[in-house]
């Protein structure tokens, strides 16, 4: 009896140490298999950030390389706005000499002829040009005027403002010094367009009254002044941006 007992106890022990080791080796396996799941799933949101970033990157790659094209386009834009302007400096310097060689033999009889911000201004006293209280311009204005137009017609592309001025005085009894004004500006133009064939489209006509004054109309020498009418010469700016335009195309 006391033999059999000791191989039966052998076999329980080893029955046992066996469960033992199988539960551990159980409870090691789950713990391996919890820590690859959680490792799948730090690999798979890993995999989802970079997917993202990767995205993001594109965009801003996109983004960016519109922007340079954007950029590099208006560049080349503002280029040839900047070449257009230079080049109309030039014009215009060169169309203020030509009109004051034009418009030589009237300079003492109240023309003036100078170059400021841009633009080439033409002034013409109103006793050159009308009698007073009058829009009817007078033989020797229309000689003015002609002299004016031979250039204005070498460069098609100028536009031309006409604006009349006047001094403070009112003219005559219910009169309006705003509307004389402007009739005497109509009436340049008119002279302009009809006499001396410059292009119609080219012409604006305005007036001003009394409300620009050059000189003091407490004065008879600043209300001399004031009563004028302004020729004023300017590049086209829509033909200058649509020229710019079409150079970047």
């Not at 004051?100 to 033999?105: I, L, M, P, T, Y």
């Not at 209280?133 to 002299?147: C, F, I, T």
């Not at 005497?184 to 004054?213: H, Q």
Request: net charge positive; charged share 25%; with cysteine.
């Amino acid at each position: 009896m006391k033999n059999l007992i000791l191989p039966f106890a052998v076999l329980s022990f080893l029955f046992f140490a066996s469960c033992g080791a199988s539960k551990k080796l159980q409870s090691e396996n789950d713990q391996l298999k919890s820590q690859n799941t959680e490792l799948t799933n730090k690999v798979n949101d890993l995999q989802k950030q970079v997917s993202d970033l990767t995205a993001s990157n594109k965009t801003i790659t996109d983004n960016y390389n519109t922007y340079k094209t954007s950029c590099e386009d208006s560049k080349a834009k503002l280029q040839a706005v900047q070449s257009y302007i230079s080049e109309q400096y030039s014009i215009m310097q060169e169309l203020e000499k030509k009109i004051q060689a034009a418009e030589a033999n009237f300079k003492d009889k109240g023309v003036d002829v100078y170059y400021k911000n841009g633009l080439v201004h033409v002034s013409m006293q109103d006793a050159l040009l009308y009698k007073s209280g009058s829009a009817a311009v007078n033989p020797k204005g229309k000689e003015a005027l002609g002299k004016l137009a031979a250039v204005l017609n070498d460069y098609p592309k100028l536009q031309v403002f006409v604006v009349g001025n006047t001094d403070s005085v009112q003219f005559k009894k219910g009169g309006d010094n705003w509307s004389l004004s402007t009739e005497r500006a109509n009436g340049v133009v008119r002279i302009l367009r009809d006499d001396y064939k410059v292009d119609p489209s080219r012409l604006v006509s305005a007036g001003r009254g009394k409300y620009d004054p050059i000189g003091d109309n407490k004065t008879e020498a600043g209300r001399t002044q004031n009563r004028r009418t302004d020729i004023i010469l300017n590049p086209d700016l829509k033909k200058m941006w649509d020229n710019a335009a079409a150079q970047v195309k």
